[in-house]
């Protein structure tokens, strides 16, 4: 590992000198890109400033790490951090060298970047819940550390045509999105054997789709051979030439299905004669039959008898560094706590007695949002983001503004998922309520404006990608809501219920631009 460790530090001072081409002017804006990307760390869309992501393995954030996250941002006079929605962590507005510093700092204490961006396979995501959720068969946890920990030792020799994503989940819930990546595995149970069930080639952004279900379930002990196979056949098929059209996806709308899976079992043969890996065998657990209501949506009961979790979510995943250290201040007092990340910007802490979990949400709860429409999810968007094309954190904020002044039961609204342009970070095509950036012409001026998505949904065998149902401009989008909720508090039904019997599309789709 110290080899390895020493390697990705020249990687850095390459990236140093890039980085610093760049800002004098004599490297592009994409041929830095092509390099930083998967260095994890990006420029930003204002001229010298960079944002790095701190790839925390699956979302499994050690104290040592978020201590160190903290610092890190405090050192350079950062004010907040942001938590992703793939559950890793970037900061922003730091100079390339400050990048470069933290990055080589971060080697030392076993906290990476590689692969956190370009195309590689991105941080493996993970239920938050796993290892402690009270439906699950097993702990998916080992399987999806060790995937992780393979990507990340073979991230400087991978050439792949564009990112690739894997996701693990403990039960049909999917809360790691399992069937809406590039290879998903779901723990259950074949006749008392603890097995994954595996999606494959699905994914979100432009032309998105559902995955494919494999038809074979898979030994946990083997999963390392599914994954190796799913890299080659991703090399050997993807489209090296057409960056829009290099995902897993269009391999299966090439192929067709059953060829893809053909495919995929033909270069899954030639790993297992080729390879040996050391697998890790699944422990089966006895899920809870009865899961008791803790009176808070915000309290979730563990499976293990007397422990909790507490799911505290920063205002549009942008964790001040105040709040950082108001939850560290707090878990002094909780030797057994521990600090998982989800996809939709929430840190859960997990292993809590009852009293401690009502103490920590109550002492919180003036930092961090309480109700869905207030834990919508936000990319970090423009102009912090090279790609964003609108201010989705500026949309998201605004909502919630709006929300607090008015008079209605907010617990009736769905909480919003909002991408700042069509690339799909905030998987707003999966969303009850999903927007989308663009910019539109309005008596001949251009004008900021979002794509609403409606009846979106993540669930094992339910998974629902939609597509746009209109658009909208972004000054209006916060009446809507305010109107949206006035409509339920009024007729007392909730958001589903709404979009169900059509009255949610009634209204939204007076907001729609013609």
Known sequence: MEAYKKLLKEEVEVLREKGTAFVEGTLSRNELKGFSGGMGSYAQKEVGKFMIRL????????????????????????????????????????????????????????????????????????????????????????????????????????????????????????????TANDMGFIGVLDQGRPMFRLWLAGGMGSNPAESVPYDELVEPS?????????????????????????????????????????????????????????????????????????????????????????????????????????????????????????????????????????????????????????????CIGTPKCQAGVNQSQTLCQSVIEAVKAADMDENLLPKMYISGCPNCCSRHVAAALGFAGRKIKVDGEMKEAFDCFIGGKVEADHTKLVGKSGTILAERIPEMIVKLGTMLTGEKKDYAEAVADGSAMALIEKYFEA
């Open 55 to 178: 790839r925390t393995p699956s979302g499994i954030v050690s104290r040592e790490h978020f201590a160190l996250i903290l610092d890190y941002a405090r050192r350079y006079g950062i004010d907040k951090v942001h938590v992703t929605t793939r559950q890793a962590v970037q900061i922003h507005d730091l100079t390339i060298d400050q990048v470069c510093d933290i990055m080589k700092d971060a080697i030392d204490h076993d906290l990476f970047t590689r692969g956190g961006g370009g195309n590689f396979p991105r941080n493996v995501s993970l239920s938050p819940m796993a290892g402690v959720d009270p439906k699950e068969v097993f702990d998916v946890t080992p399987f999806a550390r060790q995937l992780g920990d393979y990507f990340l030792r073979n991230a400087t020799t991978y050439k792949l045509p564009r990112k690739l994503k894997v996701a693990f989940s403990s039960s049909n819930s999917d809360t790691a999105v399992a």
């Open 222 to 378: 083997e999963v390392l051979y599914y994954a190796e196979a799913m890299v080659r056949l991703f090399m050997a098929e993807g489209d090296y030439e057409n960056k829009g059209k290099a995902r897993t996806r269009y391999i299966v709308k090439r192929m067709g299905k059953d060829a893809f899976i053909e495919c995929y079992k033909k270069h899954l043969a030639a790993v297992r004669e080729e390879c040996h890996f050391e697998g890790i065998e699944a422990k089966v657990v006895k899920p809870l039959e009865h899961i008791p209501d803790t009176g808070n949506p915000l309290i979730l009961p563990q499976r293990q008898e007397g422990r909790y979790a507490v799911i505290l979510h920063p205002v549009c995943g942008q964790l001040k560094v105040e709040d950082g250290e108001k939850l560290q201040e707090m878990l002094e007092q909780m030797p057994e706590a521990e600090i998982r990340l989800s996809m939709d910007e929430e840190l859960y802490i997990r292993n809590l007695t009852k009293d401690q979990a009502e103490s920590l949400l109550k002492s919180m709860e003036d930092r961090m949002m309480m109700t869905n429409i207030r834990m919508s999810v936000s």
